[in-house]
């Protein structure tokens, strides 16, 4: 939730800062600012409505070697000129950009207003360059010192990220519970939201700490905690380059994530059995003796990853016999969850830095419980705090909405499911490695949905007047079910719902309206278990009767009747259906939303990595 970069160096900063905003465009996308550091006065520009607006209205730009940029949110004040970011003080010469939430923002606005200070935005950020402003002068001019003294008195969640007209070659930043990473480059640093905005000219980043201040100018970074005292920086490689950022001839991101998705499966997977097939799954961090001893298992996650959460349910439970409780991570730290040092919490977050499961986290470990985080970016709050991380391989995802990391999540909790199973001796050395040898050919799997997408595409396009679609899935085919629907609604803005096939009896079979022929998809269950094809062949009847148009997602042979289409899926295992039912949903979804002409990769009202509770 916003992008924040910042860059001081030999170069003309407005290069490096429209190209890291650009890169961070995904974050948010409503307004966008920028400061330059020009001697004695800082160049503020800042409009609402995305990049572009603030490229077209940069006109006459002066020279400057150093600046800040930001691209917005909302979350105080709505997406104006005025409460775009930089925010300056009242001599203009202090400006300030900020990702989170300011939660004493109006008590400082209180006091700041009482010494003089005149507001000229509703954003909780402003008050932050005031009281920057007064303590800068009580510091004789020393920006970081005042940085350090302001965070003392801040509560909430942020990224800050200041600059002073005085000192033009000098950024401070400061991150409490919101990413900020350093790229050090040669006679220029860089600091900035994620990686992405400075990887083209540096793979070198620090990772900065919670409450830790850094201090850049082209041949210095120093880093404090808030007493000053001198921090020695971590500093690691970036292992993915710059092209993994850029559309690569894709008309979207979305779209070459969707494709991207067989190597990102197969990057997850491999090396991952031994030779004497034991799953190899070190970074879970925990002894036999502890995962014999686990009593249940917590996920916590939200939005796609919480999919990922509900099928980890089944895999799990049916391999491992643990039980699993899938909770939505914004939910669960409002109750007195059950835990104990048996307990395993999975935090599972494609971006590491999701502020709901990041308190759900902090609220299981101060229960006691230890934390397994399945994240996809490194060195992201989600992992530093927890106990183990497994890292998924899917690269950066870019795209607003997930596809990529939610498949290597899903990979990430079967190796998980398979590691316990076997440690627990639930299942058999060649029933684990049978699995993991069945989960290889998943990527080959995929690739030939991908390879057959257009006549799904052209399928899709004749539903995008469709004012609700419903999607129904029995089994480990109903979190495919709400994912399908989750994805339609963020992107094409269509009323979508998923369902369990069995609780449509229930209720939602009212929706069904036999004069708009309401588009329904069934995910068919693989295999004969539980006669669960059967039972969803008799959900699809039904709805049928009532006047639906329903689209079937089944696998190849799998007998389907009453369905006005039928969109094959590659045999797998029932468990691993979710990796491939899942991507044509994913195609659907996008597919709809190009051609009802919404903003595919920047859905209306969201942002990538939601840093806010
Ligand atoms: C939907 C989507 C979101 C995220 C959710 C969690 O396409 O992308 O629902 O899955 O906001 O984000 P992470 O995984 O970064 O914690």
Redesign the pocket.
Known sequence: MCGIVGYTGPHNAITPLIEGLRRLEYRGYDSAGIALGTPNKLFIEKRAGKLNNLEQSLSSIPTARSGIGHTRWATHGGPTDSNAHPHVDNDGKLAVIHNGIIENYAELKAVLESKGHTFSSDTDTESVAHLLSDLRKKHGGDLSAAMREAVKSLRGSFTLVAIHADTPDVIVGVRRNSPLVVGLGKNENFMASDVAAFIEHTKRAIELGQDQVVTLTPTTVSITDLDGKTVTPKEYEITWDASAAQKGGFAHFMLKEIFEQPKAVADTLIARLSDNKQIVLDEIALTAAEIKSLEKIVVI??????HAGMIAKYAIEKWAKISVEVEIASEYRYRDPIINKNTLVIA???????MD?LMALRHAKAAGARILAICNTNSSTIPRESDAVIYTHAGPEIA???TK??LTQIVAVYLIGLHLAQVRSQLTDDQVADLYNEMLELPGKIEQILETVEPLRALTRKFADANTILFLGRNIGYPVALEGA??LK?LAYIHAEGFAGGELKHGPIALIDSVSATPVIAILPAGHEHSLDEKMASNIQEVKARGARVIVIAEEGANVVGAEYVIRIPVTNPLFQPILATVPLQVFAYEIAVARGSDVDQPRNLA???TVE
């Open positions: 996650a939200c939005g796609t990853a919480y599972i977050s494609q971006s590491g830095e999701t499961t607003v909405a997930s990391a939610l989750l994805k963020e990538k990595s939601v």
